[in-house]
């Protein structure tokens, strides 16, 4: 038997065996035996140990080949037949189950489990593409430079390299996440830098663009070095002190330009018309990189094939451009990048589209919100008010709480909180059809229950299974009093001046959308320094707790954070309602709160003076004469003409067609406010008096002189109202 064997072993299909048929359907390696060597080594070529790599020369793998290969057992596979077979092992391995794993790229094995590089050091990890970044390049034999990233050598290396930076963009959320994604995704390990453009603005979703085509630098990258200007990089000044963070360097925005309008029928319009990437020695990319970049950027692009151009477009439009550049020192761009740079490009392009449409998304839930919900709170007489509002999500900022302060009329305020079914744009659009219908009620001046009935009404209107709770209360500060209606909603607490906290007891009715239910107003008491909290059951209840516990745990924390401030002293509305949210835990956010503080300052009796007039020809005399005495006994004589002059006005308008008392009120608050009412639902209005007619003009003057007026329609009548300042 000839003592040549042949024996049979898998190999890689990336690094084809000499004399061996690469399409060889058995996929095998056929090698004669080679002289044995020391045990633990396998064979090292003389020029692998000089440090070449001979053309064509195998370097099998270890990945390549099976841990658990059986031996051969006949004849010509025994263990002291053939010992200087490549892949003879020693006799003392036949014990064993497996295979040792002969060294990869057919060099020795270090005790640690390293392996020396073939120029006398030891050989550096293979990076996250599998590849050794220190083995040299298969076409030019070379190692790379010291400090400098290697290029791709092969397509599964581009593979991996385009799964992860896919990867790493589609992590980002907004747009900054997502441009900040491709740049470091891509430097070092594809460029040594990157500069991305974005239009400006950038378009939404179908939106067709207006105006000229205008790219904005949105952001810049490239691997920091202390002498750019031997590189091949424009020179720029930089504090030695001052060590540049690797993703955070923006000296390219210095020399490239950073606003370029892109020219109809111009070679960047054209390149970025054919989507596809381009190297910049291309014709059609040389005249459009100057155009992009301006003038300055003609310094940082490297001849040759270091560069390339790469359109970014989104689903209907291109919306930007990347420019990726590599270094005169390091291997130039291939053939296979462009693929690679139309992947980056693809990717990121749409992340960018996804996020502009989520930006916009998250643009319309919050103008909804804020929309429906008051701008401001209003600063009516004898009560401060003060709010908060907590969406259940970030994600969805939009649902059904609501809160509201009404102004009404005699100095009185309607405070209301309801709570739609929900936390759904649905339910923000049907919060806000009822918010508007109980603001409409509210000016109709109705009783609280009326309010609640006509609510629901409403919502039996717009729908079958439109369900809400709500609690509205009327506070009048001159009699301190306040009426309140429930419809299913968790009751209010009264924190009092001592700072004693009260549930109140309110009759609960039934939720809003039910029908055929009656509601039930109370009348109680509201001292003055008293504060009332209305809220919504998203702060007092949770998975973790019931509706009642929550609310034992709101009394509790009203009354602890009253004892701060001492009796005599309320505790500030705006710090109150921050302590009453920070008793919420972690795992207490599952749904929507609103939450509204009113403090109740009232009016004193000796601020009010409050007569009834009979409806006659002597009326407005007498209510001259009542106002001027009013007036001298608040110190306020200054006011004597004006307030005569309009009270007269006014209540000549009311005795013309009223068929019962009418009745005049002045209050003294920050302003000196008068109101006269009677039983005509009629409004008046304001007209220009010709100068043939003989009255008209009293609301003229009132108009003129007041500094503010108005008129309400009351369920009795209307009540006609002005104000003057003090001062």
């Known amino acids: 038997m000839d003592s040549t064997r042949v024996t049979e072993h898998p190999t890689s299909y990336e690094?084809?065996?000499?004399?061996?048929?690469?399409?060889?359907?058995?996929?095998?390696?056929?090698?004669?035996?080679?002289?044995?060597?020391?045990?633990?080594?396998?064979?090292?070529?003389?020029?692998?140990?000089?440090?070449?790599?001979?053309?064509?020369?195998?370097?099998?793998?270890?990945?390549?080949?099976?841990?658990?290969?059986?031996?051969?057992?006949?004849?010509?596979?025994?263990?002291?037949?053939?010992?200087?077979?490549?892949?003879?092992?020693?006799?003392?391995?036949?014990?064993?189950?497996?295979?040792?794993?002969?060294?990869?790229?057919?060099?020795?094995?270090?005790?640690?489990?390293?392996?020396?590089?073939?120029?006398?050091?030891?050989?550096?990890?293979?990076?996250?593409?599998?590849?050794?970044?220190?083995?040299?390049?298969?076409?030019?034999?070379?190692?790379?430079?010291?400090?400098?990233?290697?290029?791709?050598?092969?397509?599964?290396?581009?593979l991996r390299f385009v799964g992860a930076a896919t990867r790493r963009i589609a992590r980002g959320l907004d747009l900054d996440e997502i441009v900040m994604g491709l740049c470091r995704a891509t430097v070092p390990t594809f460029s040594d830098a990157i500069l991305v453009y974005l239009r400006d603005p950038l378009p939404v979703g179908d939106e067709r663009p207006t105006g000229p085509l205008v790219l904005r630098l949105r952001r810049t990258d490239r691997i920091p070095v202390e002498r750019d200007s031997?590189?091949?990089?424009?020179?720029?000044?930089?504090?030695?002190?001052?060590?540049?963070?690797?993703?955070?360097?923006?000296?390219?925005?210095?020399?490239?330009?950073?606003?370029?309008?892109?020219?109809?029928?111009?070679?960047?319009?054209?390149?970025?018309?054919?989507?596809?990437?381009?190297?910049?020695?291309?014709?059609?990319?040389?005249?459009?990189?100057?155009?992009?970049?301006?003038?300055?950027?003609?310094?940082?692009i490297p001849s040759g094939q270091r560069a390339i151009l790469a359109p970014l477009r989104g689903r209907r439009r291109v919306i930007g451009a990347?420019?990726?550049?590599?270094?005169?020192?390091?291997?130039?761009?291939?053939?296979?990048?462009?693929l690679v740079a139309a992947q980056l490009a693809t990717h990121s392009a749409l992340g960018i589209d996804k996020a502009v449409l989520y930006d916009r998304e998250a643009y319309i839930a919050d103008e909804l919100q804020r929309t429906m919900l008051p701008e401001t709170l209003p600063r009516p007489t004898g009560v401060r008010l003060a709010s908060r509002y907590l969406p259940a999500a970030e994600t969805a900022r939009v649902g059904?709480?609501?809160?509201?302060?009404?102004?009404?009329?005699?100095?009185?305020?309607?405070?209301?909180?309801?709570?739609?079914?929900?936390?759904?744009?649905?339910?923000?659009?049907?919060?806000g059809q009822l918010r508007t219908t109980a603001q409409t009620l509210a000016g109709l001046d109705l009783p609280p229950q009326e309010v609640l009935h006509h609510l629901d009404e409403q919502a039996q209107r717009l729908g079958t299974d439109r369900m809400a709770t709500c609690l509205y209360a009327v506070y009048?500060?001159?009699?301190?009093?306040?009426?309140?209606?429930?419809?299913?909603?968790?009751?209010?607490?009264?924190?009092?001046?001592?700072?004693?906290?009260e549930v109140l007891r309110v009759p609960p009715g039934a939720p809003i959308g039910v029908g055929g239910v009656d509601f039930e107003a109370v009348e109680l008491d509201?001292?003055?320094?008293?504060?009332?909290?209305?809220?919504?059951?998203?702060?007092v209840e949770s998975r973790l707790r019931d509706v009642w516990t929550g609310i034992e745990q709101l009394r509790e924390k009203l009354a602890a954070t009253a004892q701060l401030t001492g009796p005599d002293h309320p505790p500030p509305l705006e710090a109150l309602?921050?302590?009453?949210?920070?008793?919420?835990?972690?795992?207490?956010?599952?749904?929507?709160?609103?939450?509204?503080?009113?403090?109740?300052?009232?009016?004193?009796?000796?601020?009010?003076?409050?007569?009834?007039?009979?409806?006659?020809?002597?009326?407005?005399?007498?209510?001259?004469?009542?106002?001027?005495?009013?007036?001298?006994?608040?110190?306020?004589?200054?006011?004597?003409?004006?307030?005569?002059?309009?009270v007269s006005e006014v209540v000549t308008n009311a005795v013309r067609y009223a068929s019962r008392p009418v009745t005049l009120r002045l209050l003294r608050t920050d302003v000196l406010r008068c109101e006269v009412g009677d039983d005509v639902p009629q409004?008046?209005?304001?007209?220009?008096?010709?100068?043939?007619?003989?009255?008209?003009?009293?609301?003229?003057?009132?108009?003129?002189?007041?500094?503010?007026?108005g008129a309400t329609r009351l369920s009795t009548g209307k009540v006609v109202w002005f104000e003057l300042n003090r001062t």
């Open 476 to 501: 009048d500060p001159v009699s301190h009093r306040i009426t309140i209606a429930n419809a299913g909603h968790p009751p209010p607490v009264l924190l009092h001046l001592g700072g004693r906290a």
């Open 322 to 338: 990347a420019v990726f550049l590599r270094r005169p020192e390091r291997i130039a761009f291939e053939t296979d990048d462009l």
């Open 230 to 300: 031997e590189a091949g990089f424009a020179p720029l000044p930089q504090p030695a002190a001052q060590q540049p963070e690797p993703w955070e360097l923006a000296e390219l925005s210095t020399v490239a330009a950073e606003l370029c309008e892109v020219r109809t029928g111009g070679a960047l319009a054209e390149v970025l018309r054919g989507v596809r990437p381009v190297f910049a020695d291309a014709p059609a990319a040389r005249a459009a990189l100057p155009e992009l970049l301006g003038a300055g950027g003609e310094m940082v």
């Open 400 to 431: 059904g709480d609501w809160y509201d302060a009404i102004p009404l009329p005699g100095s009185r305020v309607a405070l209301v909180v309801g709570d739609v079914m929900g936390h759904s744009m649905t339910s923000a659009a049907i919060m």
């Open 577 to 646: 309602c921050d302590e009453v949210l920070d008793m919420l835990g972690p795992g207490d956010r599952d749904d929507d709160i609103a939450l509204l503080a009113a403090r109740f300052d009232g009016i004193a009796p000796s601020d009010v003076a409050y007569w009834f007039l009979e409806p006659e020809d002597a009326a407005p005399g007498k209510a001259r004469r009542l106002a001027r005495r009013a007036l001298a006994r608040w110190g306020l004589e200054d006011l004597s003409d004006s307030v005569e002059l309009l």
């Open 15 to 158: 690094r084809p065996q000499p004399g061996v048929d690469p399409a060889d359907p058995r996929g095998a390696l056929l090698r004669t035996s080679t002289p044995a060597h020391a045990p633990g080594t396998t064979a090292l070529p003389a020029q692998a140990r000089s440090g070449e790599t001979p053309p064509g020369a195998a370097v099998p793998c270890a990945q390549d080949r099976k841990p658990d290969a059986p031996q051969g057992t006949g004849p010509d596979t025994g263990a002291g037949t053939d010992a200087g077979t490549e892949h003879a092992q020693p006799a003392a391995a036949e014990t064993g189950n497996h295979r040792p794993r002969p060294a990869p790229d057919a060099i020795p094995v270090q005790p640690d489990g390293s392996a020396p590089h073939p120029d006398g050091g030891t050989q550096r990890p293979e990076d996250a593409s599998g590849t050794d970044p220190a083995a040299p390049d298969r076409r030019t034999g070379q190692g790379p430079s010291p400090g400098q990233p290697t290029p791709m050598r092969r397509d599964g290396d581009r």
């Open 526 to 539: 509201a001292p003055a320094g008293a504060t009332l909290l209305l809220y919504t059951d998203g702060l």
């Open 683 to 709: 409004l008046p209005r304001l007209r220009q008096a010709r100068a043939t007619d003989e009255g008209g003009r009293g609301l003229y003057l009132v108009n003129r002189l007041a500094r503010r007026w």
